[in-house]
């Protein structure tokens, strides 16, 4: 298995990014791949995550209404949009894939949910600057 992202970049306040991951090896209908980020100082952050099967959805607070989150299951690939950026969104951004957590489960345990994933990428950068 194997989890590259692209898109990230400089963006100012206000503005949209999106963030793609391209997943190889990841075609059973039972994983989920989830966003994350993590920003200098801070600890890591589940930002949203799908299912590859039924394309349920999760998303933390902080970026609830701002971002979505879809999928392409012809393509094999998860695409972030981030809308309305704010200069707390500056951050290295991560996917993962997951073979046990559901988006429900991450929605309740969210300071857990990245011990259930298996695979990530190498991260992509944010940042949002004027």
């Known amino acids: 298995v194997q989890l590259v992202e692209s898109g990230g970049g400089l963006v100012q306040p206000g503005g949209s990014l999106r963030l793609s991951c391209a997943t190889y090896?990841?075609?059973?209908?039972?994983?989920?791949i989830g966003w994350f980020r993590q920003a200098p100082g801070k600890e890591r952050e589940g930002v949203s995550c799908?299912?590859?099967?039924?394309?349920?959805?999760y998303y933390a607070d902080s970026v609830k209404g701002r971002f979505t989150i879809s999928r392409d299951n012809v393509n094999n690939t998860v695409n972030l949009q981030m809308t309305s950026l704010k200069p707390e969104d500056t951050a290295l951004y991560y996917c993962?894939?997951?073979?046990?957590?559901?988006?429900?489960?991450?929605?309740?345990?969210?300071?857990?949910?990245?011990?259930?994933?298996?695979?990530w990428g190498q991260g992509t950068q944010v940042t949002v600057s004027s």
């Open positions: 993962a894939a997951s073979r046990s957590i559901t988006p429900q489960s991450q929605r309740d345990m969210p300071s857990y949910a990245a011990a259930f994933y298996d695979y």
């Open positions: 090896g990841v075609t059973e209908d039972y994983y989920v």
């Open positions: 799908i299912s590859r099967g039924d394309g349920t959805t």
